[in-house]
């Protein structure tokens, strides 16, 4: 490989370390998602998030019930984090 290219590669490997070092958490894009899909996990998000005494860590773990690693990383994110992110971006039909 010439030197040029092992450069090139290199710096392509540096950029993408630090997009992801500080991009958003795996927990924040899992959590977004339920709100940005427009399939069935959006909908369990919507009716979970509507139902009386459901905060949006409820909601954003129902919309998530079928990626066990999604779940995951938003529950080690923690109920207070889930539910301080959301409060920006849950639809207005949605509780707390």
């Known amino acids: 490989m010439k030197r040029s290219n092992i450069l090139i590669v290199l710096g ?5 370390s ?18 940005t899909d427009k399939a069935d996990a959006h ?4 009716d979970s998030c509507k139902k009386p005494g459901n905060d ?14 999604a779940r995951k990383t938003i529950v080690e994110a923690g109920k207070d984090k889930v539910n301080q992110l959301m ?10």
């Open 43 to 46: 909908a369990r998000y919507m």
């Open 56 to 69: 949006q860590y409820t909601a954003v773990l129902a919309c998530q019930e079928h990626n066990e690693q």
């Open 12 to 16: 392509a490997l540096v950029c993408v």
């Open 18 to 35: 630090a997009s992801a070092a500080f991009g958003e958490a795996d927990w924040e894009k899992n959590t977004k998602f339920c709100v």
């Open 87 to 96: 409060a920006n971006v849950k639809p207005s039909e949605c509780n707390k």
